[in-house]
């Protein structure tokens, strides 16, 4: 397959740092790749990628000296693939909703990832072009009522990039985003009634939060805080972690860490928000519970699960060979009945010609 | 011809107040309609226009109750007009640099008139797009020397809806935007030295500058402040003033209110900034000053100026009549040079082929 895949160009490919959409992106361009696909990458210049890479952006906007204005820089970048559509069987769009006012005016078709909704202002684009737009969602939770999908496809990971820990380990670990969202405060407090250290990791994205709720309790001994981390890095501290903490208070669309944490055989305590639920297995391989309260008392019986069966569950479930052929399926699916489906039709939700979520 | 126009969706058509983007493509789009051709607009829905309105957005993002994120009203915008470009011979674009960036999607040619460049960051898309750009520079003063032009047309205003007064004013005035550029701290100077009364009106667009600059000296006598005006007290204003201050700090790419002065047959006292130089001419439709004491002894002298000389300067050099003509005969000229003009072929400013600003 001729694929072209629109990636963000927030940050480069594959990430330093932060960057989920990016991530995903890199793992499917490079699975494509590996798969003998003919791949371009529409991505930052300074990308790594075995694919044909197409970069009208130096740098990510979101990166240190990447000043151009990030609509401008997004207008280019979207424009250039839209305008070598021709070229491809197929488009990947993991870039939002901008790509899709482009899409009616080629005739290749292509797939939109929705990383997720950014606002509720974007819905009207994914509505104007729900007839084309082939929506993979990250979850089911993260599936708007309003839209029709062409799947569900989970997040998946290079498992070799984890290494299994069999012994459990003896401090929490919060990674993530600094940010109340992701409950980091709630890490602290959870990490203190149990009476074990926590390691905080991540990029700090709320500073007002990080000094006023983070910072004070940061010591080094009870509670450290080690900024963002790199890969290898990030593999040692899920691994050595008796549990992830994962204390949500949005609906979180899917978390990397969590299937990062258990391909190392770490079990995560969360809230039972958003993917939560469809991630984790209550009492095998973490815990959901709703409170502080619940997370200290789940913090006293995680030791007892089965590291095994969390990397198992991993390797199963959230392994990027499985992603990769989901969305190779999907675009053969796309291909194979573009011509019969007329423009213009929609499907409904759970329809029977849809992909079933449970198989993708 | 069938002309697509792609108006901004910041203020409806025409705009009620202040909106010199949205008024020229309303100018233009009733003149192209009065002289037989088929014309789309694409505009905010709540538009008026003679022409079919084609409006994706309910009511311009900068107006109120507009609250819808203008990046995902302007792109289900843009997208609306390509989407329909096969409809059109000939695209007008009055909205910015995105538009450019579907361009290369469809067969329509498009003509961008630049109405100013809002930030150098915007000028990659206009040289990534300047071979099939057709860019009209709406002053000489705004041509960027990156870029290769159709032609420089001046805008152009209804004579009409400016009456003509013969007497001398009794007042000086300020009309535009409240802005440290716009100087109208340097009109109540002036006015202030000149021993003359200073009628301001128009939108406060710097909050902090009207407080501290401007507001202290408003006194309902010596200098007094009108808000926003519509268009017959704009007339009567304009028409009853001795001459408009127009002390801009920065290269204004044009003066709408400049040539509307010269209409009801006020001379202009302003900075030789910009576009100024090519609107005024010196010691006849005003003066071109360099400081506050050049204004204060042009104000002396201004009363001396004959009034029907700048009326005839307004309808020989700045009619609507003279500047929709001037883009239909751009338009036929992109229609009829683009099959024999090769794609990717740049012209330099000035080479033979072009067109003379001095014609269009």
Request: glycine share 10%; aromatic share 12%.
């Given at each position: 397959m001729k694929i072209g895949v629109i990636a963000s160009i927030a940050h480069r490919l594959p990430p330093r740092n932060y960057g989920p959409w990016e991530q995903i992106a890199s793992t499917l361009t490079e699975g494509f790749v590996a798969r003998g696909h003919e791949v371009t990458l529409f991505a930052t210049a300074n990308s790594a990628t075995a694919a044909q890479l197409h970069g009208t952006a130096e740098l990510g906007y979101e990166e240190e000296g990447g000043g151009l204005d990030p609509q401008v820089s997004a207008a280019l970048h979207n424009a250039a693939a839209f305008e070598r559509a021709g070229e491809f069987d197929i488009l990947a769009n993991h870039f939002d909703f901008m790509p899709l006012t482009y899409s009616r005016l080629v005739s290749t078709p292509m797939v939109t990832t929705i990383h997720g909704f950014s606002s509720a202002e974007i819905l009207p684009v994914y509505r104007a072009y729900d007839d084309i737009?082939?929506?993979?969602?990250?979850?089911?939770?993260?599936?708007?009522?309003?839209?029709?999908?062409?799947?569900?496809?989970?997040?998946?990971?290079?498992?070799?990039?984890?290494?299994?820990?069999?012994?459990?380990?003896?401090?929490?670990?919060?990674?993530?985003?600094?940010?109340?969202?992701?409950?980091?405060h709630l890490a602290i407090e959870v990490a203190k009634q149990a009476g074990l250290p926590l390691i905080i990791a991540g990029v700090v994205q709320d500073e007002a939060y990080f000094h006023d709720a983070v910072h004070p309790h940061v010591d080094g001994a009870a509670v450290s805080y080690l900024g963002p981390v790199g890969r290898s890095e990030r593999d040692a501290l899920l691994g050595g972690a008796r549990a992830l903490l994962h204390l949500i208070s949005f609906a979180e669309p899917f978390g990397l860490s969590v299937v990062e944490a258990l391909a190392t055989g770490t079990p995560i305590i969360a809230t039972p928000l958003g993917s939560m639920p469809e991630i984790l297995r209550h009492g095998s391989t973490g815990y959901l519970v709703s409170d502080v309260a619940g997370a200290v008392s789940a913090v006293s019986q995680v030791g007892h699960l089965d590291r095994e069966v969390c990397r198992k569950e991993a390797t199963d479930r959230f392994s990027a060979e499985r992603m990769i052929e989901d969305y190779l399926a999907v675009f053969e699916r796309v291909l194979g009945t573009r011509t019969r489906r007329p423009r213009g039709r929609r499907q409904s939700i759970g329809s029977p010609g849809m992909f079933s979520h449970a198989t993708f």
């Open positions: 737009g082939h929506y993979v969602a990250i979850s089911d939770a993260n599936r708007h009522p309003d839209l029709s999908y062409a799947a569900t496809i989970h997040h998946g990971i290079d498992i070799s990039d984890f290494t299994f820990v069999p012994d459990v380990g003896r401090y929490l670990l919060f990674l993530g985003r600094i940010h109340p969202d992701k409950g980091t």
